[in-house]
Nanobody
Framework: QVQLVESGGGLVQAGGSLRLSCVAS????????MGWYRQAPGKQRELVAR???????NYADSAKGRFTISRDNAKNTVFLQMNSLKPEDTAVYYC?????????WGQGTQVTVSS
């Protein structure tokens, strides 16, 4: 069983920065891809960033150049550094781990960007 716990969300002004963290407990291995999704009110959940076991990263177009995903395998933790935040980044951000059996989700952390 895998559990994911996110932290780091909050309220920030436009142009500000936040760093999200997600700590995984359970059967997580360094080769498992990890990532972040977000869901804004009335919208579908969308992939923000993903990092695989080789530290190859992928970003949504909206995140490129502003967000950076990274991981610390020794601590089973994935991070999302978000800079130059915009009001349209306001959403609940969810951590995800992909495994061969199933995907695991965190409970989500709220990010609110005021204009």
């Amino acid at each position: 069983q895998v559990q994911l716990v996110e932290s780091g969300g909050g309220l920030v002004q436009a142009g500000g920065s936040l760093r999200l963290s997600c700590v995984a407990s359970g059967s997580i291995f360094s080769f498992n891809a990890m990532g972040w999704y977000r869901q804004a009110p009335g919208k579908q959940r969308e992939l923000v960033a993903r990092i695989n076991g080789y530290n190859v990263t992928n970003y949504a177009d909206s995140a490129k150049g502003r967000f950076t995903i990274s991981r610390d395998n020794a601590k089973n933790t994935v991070f999302l550094q978000m800079n130059s935040l915009k009001p349209e980044d306001t959403a609940v951000y969810y951590c995800i781990v992909w495994t061969v059996v199933r995907n695991y989700w965190g409970q989500g952390t709220q990010v609110t960007v005021s204009s």
